[in-house]
């Protein structure tokens, strides 16, 4: 639990109270490879913080998967239209390697909210991901494949090095062949 309130005190620095709380509304739980934390139609009942591993969310097209991220360790997951909405979710979230994660079911969620400490990381840390995302947005859709590849190497390395070549070629929406003379004209 400590790489999760290490995070959390990178925004707001808890009291011992609010620390207390976070160590038993949370909990730890081990996802094998392939092994799903989330599936479609179903409803995101938990918000998952990894403590180390490796979790692909994709979606279904056709027959088609396509990869629309990929998540390691330090990051938060969550199928957030389902889970906020309690709604059963158009995405899957699915273990690429044996995955340690710290959930936290919705339910426990507003009860934590209840604590200011917890609530004020909450709205910071929401805050702040919510302008990565428009970033990451704005500059992942202006890029060629090969500058996107490129990004990803200087802003996600531990991505790169940990998911399968057919994961990335799907985020970057182009063959695996594509992403081979990519990777091969940047080496």
Same mark, same amino acid.
């Given at each position: 639990? %400590?790489?999760?309130? #290490? ?9 011992? /109270?609010? =620390? !207390?709380?976070? +160590? ?22 938990? %918000?998952?913080?990894? #403590? ?9 097209? /056709?027959? =088609? !998967?396509?990869? +629309? ?39 426990? =969620? ?78």
């Amino acid at each position: 639990m %400590i790489e999760l309130l #290490k995070f959390i005190n990178q925004f707001q620095e808890l009291d011992a /109270e609010t =620390e !207390e709380a976070i +160590k038993s509304y949370f909990e730890e739980e081990v996802f094998r490879k392939n092994e799903f934390l989330v599936e479609e139609g179903k409803i995101c009942t938990k %918000i998952y913080f990894i #403590k180390s591993g490796l979790v692909r969310r994709f979606y279904q097209r /056709e027959a =088609e !998967e396509i990869t +629309k991220w990929l998540y390691h360790d330090n990051h938060w997951i969550a199928i957030m239209s389902s889970y906020f909405n309690q709604t059963p979710s158009l995405e899957y979230l699915q273990a690429c390697e044996d995955t340690v994660v710290y959930s936290l079911s919705f339910t426990n =969620e507003q009860k934590l909210l209840e604590y200011p400490l917890f609530f004020k990381f909450s709205a910071r840390f929401f805050r702040c991901s919510l302008a990565n995302f428009d970033e990451f947005h704005f500059v992942f859709g202006i890029l060629s494949a090969q500058q996107k590849y490129q990004y990803l190497i200087d802003k996600f390395p531990l991505m790169i090095r940990k998911a399968k070549q057919k994961h990335i070629a799907s985020l970057l929406n182009v063959s695996q062949e594509t992403l081979s003379r990519i990777r091969a004209s940047i080496i």
